[in-house]
């Protein structure tokens, strides 16, 4: 199955998470780690549909 091209898929992203109860659990935000994305860019992480950047 194809994945779409999306933050959340690229291995720059960064997954927030919270301690709930003594574990680790997701949160539904998190950042671009690419010092090459322009910070205002990497702000609308976990938004940005087709950041020229993204790798699998």
């Known amino acids: 199955m194809k994945k779409t ?3 959340e898929n690229c291995i720059y992203f960064e997954r927030h998470y919270a301690k709930i109860d003594g574990m680790l659990v997701k949160v539904g935000c998190g ?26």
């Not at 950042?31 to 702000?43: E, I, T």
Request: glycine fraction near 4%; charged fraction near 30%; charge should be positive.
């Open 5 to 7: 091209k999306t933050c």
């Open 31 to 56: 950042h671009c780690a690419n010092g090459l994305v322009p910070p205002k860019k990497r702000r609308r992480c976990p938004l940005v549909k087709s950041c020229k950047l993204y790798m699998d």
